[in-house]
Structure formats: C-alpha cells, structure tokens
C-alpha cells in the first residue's frame, strides 16, 4: 500500500463513521423526541385521572341525618357544595379526551344522572337544600353504585396508563354514547345501515 491508499482508507473510514454516527443520532434523536412527547401525553394523562379520583372523593361520604336517614354528603349540604361539585364534574368532563373512552362514558352517566335527576328536579322556589337532601338519600345507592363503577374503571385505567400507543389510536366516542347500556339513536341507526 502506497500512501495515497492510505490516506483514501482513512478518508473512506472517516467518512463512512461520520455518515454512521449521523444516521445513529438522528434515531437516537428520533426515540428521545417520541419519548418527550409520550411523556407529556403521560403527564396530561394522571393529571386528568386525579381530576377523577378528586371528582369521586367528593361522593365518597355519607351523612346521617336528624331523622337517622343517610344522605350522600355533597347533597346534605346545601346548594354551594353542589355547585362547587358540579362544577368540578364539569371541569373533570372538559379533560375527559385524556381519559379513556369507558372511564368518559362513566362520566358522561355521571353527569347525565345529575343532571336529570337532581339538578332538573329540582324547584328553585322551593327549599333548595332540603330538595337536595331529599334527593340525596333517594339516590344515595344510584350515586354509591355510580362512584363504584367509576373507581373500577379507574383502577383498571391506571394499569394501562403507560399504554400511549393504545390511548392515541382514534377513539369510536364520534359515534355517540351509550345511556344505561343502550345505544344512542345516532348508533341505532348506523347499526341499522350495515
């Protein structure tokens, strides 16, 4: 080997571990960045789970009341915490993309419930609190049984949640809720269609 050869080895060696050492951190870049964003994907994730579990610390407690009749204890105390925790429903609601699909049905049930039931219920000239209370103990089961069905679905969430990949692919939620287990006409329909 003359030295013009070795001077073209080395050049042609050089060369090729620059291209190599380019292509291996443009993918090392590549993963970081996915990896970035998966973790902010996760981040808004727990964030909107703690949501939940504050949402269904609100229905957690019970109240006996002077007659010994138990109440859920947002609704045994008046108006104000009711609102406060219908707003919270709703903020909850208004991050549910990062939820799953089944823990934002249960929360669109929840809300729906509360709505028909007790918030549309009730007559704004009448005893607002003692409607409430009223209400509270007639749907303390429904609200108990309500709350339980989501603390399930949020645990079974929680052992998913690293899952990105599962929780980016498009959802079917454009198609409608399900009310009680029903289809929703827009789904009737199309199951009619196919």
Not at 14 to 33: D, F, Q, R
Not at 69 to 77: D, P
Not at 137 to 143: A, F, P, Q
Request: proline letters at 2%; one cysteine or more.
């Amino acid at each position: 080997m003359n030295t013009i050869d070795i001077i073209a080895l080395v050049l042609t060696s050089s060369l090729l571990s620059a291209g190599l050492t380019s292509v291996v951190n443009w993918y090392i870049h590549k993963n970081n960045y996915r990896n970035d964003y998966y973790k902010k994907l996760l981040d808004k994730r727990l964030v909107a789970y703690e949501n939940v579990q504050d949402l269904l610390s609100f229905l957690t407690g019970t109240l006996q009341l002077e007659d010994g009749r138990l109440c859920v204890f947002e609704l045994a105390n008046g108006q104000e915490h009711f609102g406060k925790f219908l707003t919270k429903l709703f903020y909850t609601i208004e991050n549910s993309v990062w939820l799953s699909e089944k823990t934002s049905d249960l929360l669109f049930q929840l809300n729906l419930f509360f709505l028909k039931e007790i918030d549309n219920v009730i007559d704004e000239n009448e005893n607002y609190d003692q409607q409430l209370m009223e209400l509270g103990v007639l749907y303390r089961s429904k609200i108990k049984q309500l709350r339980f069905d989501l603390q399930q679905q949020l645990y079974i969430d929680l052992s998913s949640l690293h899952k990105i990949n599962k929780f980016t692919r498009p959802k079917t939620r454009n198609e409608g809720y399900h009310v009680n287990g029903k289809p929703t006409p827009m789904q009737k329909r199309k199951q009619s269609t196919q």
